[in-house]
């Protein structure tokens, strides 16, 4: 089987799941290990394909990174949903952006250096 996501609007992730069959597939979704509830299947018979729904819970949104993840019966994982938010992520990004002006920095030294040498 395989997951593909198609979107995530409105707080509802979306994708299609193919390979499972006619029959209605079991799928488990957990945040930290717990089980996470709301996820609906509507099987598409002609492309034999079922559309999968999972509304985001607002009371599960918090600082960091949340990432949930979708599972078949026997355990394997089928997709995940990374969300990120908060003062936790502008610090991240905020050090990201330093270092990525220090490498600029240090380019454009090497590229003046290079340029006075030719």
Known sequence: MTLTK???TGGVWEGVLKGAGAQTPTLQVTLQGDPVTGLTLEHDGD???WHVKLPIPATLISDGVQTFVI???QGQVL???ALLAGDALAED???ELDLLRAEVDMLKTAFRRHC???
């Open 47 to 49: 492309a034999d394909a």
């Open 79 to 81: 997709a995940s949903i």
């Open 6 to 8: 198609t979107r995530l």
């Open 93 to 95: 990004i905020r050090a």
């Open 71 to 73: 599972r078949d019966a």
């Open 116 to 118: 006075n040498d030719t």
